[in-house]
């Protein structure tokens, strides 16, 4: 296993490998824990949780190297996560990373937990920005953060996560007009492109068309990823870092599987809202590496 990684600054691909088993780990047993939760997107979008936060952001830290939470996000990189109900996976990071005791994802939904179904800035959960889960409002809140950072002169990246059925909001696109209009190249916006939604196929419930080429219609410059290959998500979060500074926003287009590591969860949207019963968790944890111990 793994040494304590509350006071790590930066890892290795293999590392990050390691910690992104543990972490769907944490997400199945979160949710069958209470049999409610939302694993599919959680376990898609893993492995880039995982890079931002062990290797990709700079984030604040005390003279031990242990990481502080800062609400005003002021000297660091900020994330977001618009679409809120992947919320497991964001709290496995969170609390993986050392923003809070790993013990506490056993509270995940329960009455009176700082860990609720949909983040929420009302529990003074460290790591936790905005209140998230009314989809399409999460790359607005970005916006602002990052126009505050370069009105402050302050040159760390901000970075959110939508979902590709959150595409469908009009508010996304209103936020997608803004932010390169203020040429807010300090943002990396990040859809994760699984192609399922809560109704479905997201090409049939409503098709997105080509999301990339709409982006570049409104003034971003568009990267993509396979959002499941760590060193794919290592590299491309590295070019999109690269690529700020000049003028132009970045928006990557992450393609995932929803479900990534449990195999009878993978190429369905039916995991998308949906706990494992008994059996389902001891077949997948099966096929997950425990790497950091079970909280």
Same mark, same amino acid.
């Not at 679409?83 to 329960?110: C, M, Q």
């Given at each position: ?111 009176? =937990?700082?860990? *609720? $179904?949909?983040? !929420?800035? /009302?529990?003074?959960?460290? #790591?936790?920005? %905005?209140?998230?889960? =009314?989809?399409? *409002? $999460?790359?607005? !809140?970005? /916006?602002?953060?990052?126009? #505050?950072?370069? %009105? ?19 508010? %996304? ?123």
């Amino acid at each position: 296993m793994l040494t304590s990684l509350q006071k790590v600054k930066r890892m290795k691909t293999d590392e990050l490998k390691k910690v992104a088993s543990q972490v769907r780990r944490d997400i199945v047993r979160m949710v069958h824990g209470v049999a409610s939760g939302h694993p599919g997107g959680s376990l898609g979008c893993t492995d880039l949780l995982v890079s931002l936060y062990f290797q990709t952001m700079n984030l604040k830290t005390d003279d031990s190297d242990s990481v502080v939470f800062d609400m005003s996000g002021t000297g660091e990189d900020m994330f977001f996560l618009s679409n809120g109900h992947i919320s497991p996976v964001l709290y496995s990071v969170l609390a993986r990373r050392g923003y809070f005791p790993v013990s506490e994802l056993a509270t995940f939904r329960k009455l009176d =937990s700082r860990l *609720q $179904g949909h983040p !929420a800035t /009302a529990e003074h959960l460290p #790591g936790i920005r %905005i209140a998230s889960g =009314s989809l399409g *409002q $999460g790359l607005s !809140a970005a /916006a602002g953060a990052a126009y #505050g950072k370069k %009105i402050r002169k302050d040159n760390h990246r901000v970075y959110c996560l939508m979902g590709d059925g959150e595409q469908q909001e009009g508010q %996304i696109w209103e936020a997608a007009a803004f932010i390169p209009h203020r040429k807010l190249d300090n943002l990396i916006a990040i859809i994760d492109f699984n192609g399922q939604q809560i109704d479905g196929p997201t090409d049939v419930v409503l098709n997105n068309r080509d999301l990339g080429a709409k982006y570049e219609a409104f003034g971003w410059k568009v990267l993509h990823m396979d959002g499941n290959d760590m060193d794919d998500v290592v590299t491309t979060l590295a070019k999109a870092h690269a690529a700020g500074g000049k003028g132009v926003p970045v928006c990557i287009i992450m393609k995932t599987e929803m479900g990534q590591g449990v195999d009878f969860m993978m190429h369905t949207h039916k995991w998308h809202g949906t706990a494992p019963n008994n059996e389902q968790l001891t077949a997948a944890l099966a096929q997950l590496d425990e790497t950091l111990g079970d909280y």
